[in-house]
């Protein structure tokens, strides 16, 4: 019992790292993307004005975009779980960490239809309006899900 109780408390870090790393990674690649938007109008954005809006959002936006990534983590792992039990053990260790990665990625980019579909202006993520855009946040989700197996893989 007790050695159940450790390994879902593992289990738990794990996913809270795997949250963290994607939902500031998330946040920083939001930031350039929009930076480059008010760019590309002819605005000028000097260097402080860059770093002091990317810090500005990983206080701002971060907490926002973790909560949606926990959520799609939530939902994605486990599907990447059971995928995985469809392996051999030998394809498994070969297989863990892109079909994980690749779960996080589908994961927020599920989200992300999920939200813009409820939100009442185009799209809730400025960054997601393009597929380059999107195809970049969902790396953030493919960090998370590899970070998760990653770090699960240290632990076997």
């Known amino acids: 019992m007790q050695k159940m109780i450790v390994s879902a408390m593992r289990m738990l870090v794990y996913f809270i790292l795997a949250v963290?790393?994607?939902?500031?990674?998330?946040?920083?690649?939001?930031?350039q993307f929009n930076l480059v938007a008010i760019s590309a109008l002819g605005a000028p954005?000097?260097?402080?004005?860059?770093?002091?809006t990317t810090l500005e959002d990983l206080a701002g936006f971060a907490p926002l975009y973790a909560a949606m990534m926990a959520v799609s983590l939530l939902l994605?792992?486990?599907?990447a779980a059971l995928a995985l039990r469809l392996l051999?053990?030998?394809?498994?260790?070969t297989w863990q960490?892109?079909?994980?990665?690749?779960?996080?990625?589908l994961g927020i980019c599920a989200a992300f239809l999920a939200a813009n579909a409820a939100a009442p202006m185009p799209t809730l993520i400025a960054?997601?309006?393009?597929?380059?855009?999107?195809?970049a946040m969902m790396l953030s989700g493919a960090l998370g899900g590899?970070?998760?197996?990653?770090?699960?893989?240290l632990d076997q």
């Open 20 to 31: 963290l790393c994607a939902s500031l990674a998330g946040s920083v690649i939001q930031s």
């Open 97 to 105: 960490l892109p079909v994980y990665a690749l779960a996080g990625a």
């Open 88 to 93: 051999t053990p030998a394809q498994r260790s």
């Open 146 to 153: 590899w970070v998760f197996a990653r770090l699960h893989t």
């Open 76 to 79: 994605a792992l486990p599907v």
């Open 45 to 52: 954005v000097p260097v402080p004005v860059w770093l002091a």
């Open 127 to 135: 960054a997601t309006r393009s597929v380059a855009g999107t195809l």
